[in-house]
């Protein structure tokens, strides 16, 4: 990955809590099995464009998005992210005109490598699918094609050999002396891939995408819930879950909710709902991603689209006490009920503010850096990075974070540096604290009326 801004400037945050939109931070990743989009990760700002790119309705990303989308508030854009399935590669061609004679080649490309093109395909009748899969046969790294259909209708080319695991992909057909044939369109349908699991299309993803902070997932089997929340803990991002497992309203130990607490993950928050095929994670994700981060509890949120559950006094107890997030209907009003919480106990909202903090400020003294002509190893270039620190904490008392009177920075005497450090322009000693605000869930009032 190279040099990261990390490794110029390191900022750590630590939360000190008694229980122990900027571009980035508001951007959802959807992720599960596709094979509409050859790009492991496309970006989108409504439905009609993934409509465009081939996704039907039916599709989960399509329903993960609109349900996005349609909560109150909603992030400008959001990304869909490619796991591989287990699918063939298939292409159709839609000829415009009536061949009667000539000769004709494809371009295929086999796992990203330079499209090759295919040897010549002699028009012979109107049905040449033996001669087009002959011709693709004796193609290097090609075992066996599929082909069904007509010139007047369209061929469909499915790519079914013991390879077929493999990306195969057909860029065009180069009608070159195809006498009736004005044009040709090869339209790749169906993407091929092998499996993998959830933990290596996270990598792939993040290989090819990082500007993302919120991972949304298709799956709600307890086993890929598992490696996602594994595989998000040391990142600088979050992963909101859904289930809808009985287990997890119950005294069970063992169901995911549960197994999620005993690993104490802090990046990792779950709502349960019988709701669950609808997507209430990407509502709850729409209603928060894009408001500040630091400035909004993610409890007591209405979800567009979805149903509240109808929970007895035991199961709520039990989803409390598995640091489980809910919805259900209070005095009329449907909300995100629990406490807004990871699976560790740790507010949503903290976990958010704290990660925007900690990368606003890298990148505001990393900005300065590189800015600057040069910033000097004296009492002036010490109150530069000051200065940005103290910018950034403000910012974090605008977004109600940190309270603004508990902000103490304490920067190093210039004369106290060790000049081997001053020798290698290292500047370290540098602290600052403050404290978070908090948000009120739950309110008691006592009063005394009197005559």
């Known amino acids: 990955m190279g040099t990261q801004v990390s490794d ?14 900027q571009a980035g931070f508001g951007t959802p990743l959807f992720l599960g099995e596709t094979y509409r989009v050859y790009d492991r990760v496309t970006e989108y700002s409504t439905l009609a464009e993934m409509v465009a790119d081939g996704f ?60 090759v093109t295919s040897g010549s395909i002699t028009y012979a009748a109107d049905n040449d699918t033996a001669t087009i899969k002959s011709v693709l046969e004796a193609m290097a790294g090609i075992t066996e094609v599929t082909v069904t259909g007509l010139y007047s209708t369209g061929y469909t080319i499915e790519f079914t050999g013991v390879d077929a695991s493999a ?20 339209t790749m349908t169906q993407y091929g891939s092998a499996v993998e699991t959830y933990t290596e299309a996270i990598a792939a993803n993040i ?52 197994s999620l607490q005993d ?12 709701d669950y095929a609808l997507y209430p994670d990407c509502s709850w994700a729409g209603q928060q991603l894009p408001k500040d981060p630091g400035s909004t509890t993610w409890k007591f949120k209405t979800l567009v689209g979805n149903t509240a559950d109808d929970l007895t006094t035991a ?60 910033i000097p190893f004296t009492v002036q270039g010490l109150g530069v990075v000051e200065n940005r620190i103290r ?40 602290t600052f604290s403050a404290t978070l605000q908090r948000a009120i869930h739950k309110t008691t009032i006592t009063g005394k009326l009197a005559v």
């Open 8 to 21: 110029i400037v390191s900022v750590t945050i630590s939360r000190e809590t008694a229980k122990i939109s």
């Open 56 to 115: 039907a309705t039916t599709d989960e990303h399509y329903k993960m998005a609109a349900k996005l989308l349609a909560q109150e508030y909603s992030p400008t854009s959001f990304k869909v992210g490619r796991k591989y399935a287990n699918v063939n590669s298939k292409c159709t061609l839609a000829f415009t005109g009536t061949p009667s004679a000539g000769t004709w080649t494809l371009d295929v490309s086999i796992d990203g490598a330079t499209a």
């Open 167 to 186: 990306d195969f992909v057909i860029s065009g057909p180069v009608v070159t002396s195809l006498v009736g044939v004005t044009a040709c369109v090869a």
């Open 207 to 258: 290989a090819e995408d990082n500007d993302w902070y919120c991972l949304l997932t298709v799956t709600r089997t307890k086993a890929d819930i598992l490696l996602c929340a594994a595989a998000i803990e040391p990142l600088v991002k979050i992963y909101i879950a859904c289930t809808g497992d009985a287990d997890v309203i119950t005294s069970a130990s063992d169901d995911i909710v549960s």
């Open 263 to 274: 690993l104490s993950y802090d990046r990792t928050g779950i709502i349960y709902s019988s």
């Open 315 to 374: 199961q709520i107890g039990y989803l409390d006490d598995k640091s489980a997030n809910y919805y259900e209907t209070i005095g009329g009003l449907s909300v995100v009920s629990g406490e807004g919480v990871m699976v560790s106990g740790e507010y949503i909202d903290i976990i958010r503010g704290c990660d925007w903090l900690q990368t606003r400020m890298s990148e505001g003294i990393y900005i300065d850096l590189i800015n600057a002509e040069k």
């Open 391 to 430: 910018y950034w904490l403000g910012k974090a008392v605008d977004n109600a974070l940190i309270t603004a009177d508990s902000i103490v920075v304490t920067m190093p005497d210039i004369d106290d540096v060790d000049p081997t450090e001053k020798a290698a322009r290292w500047l370290t000693g540098i």
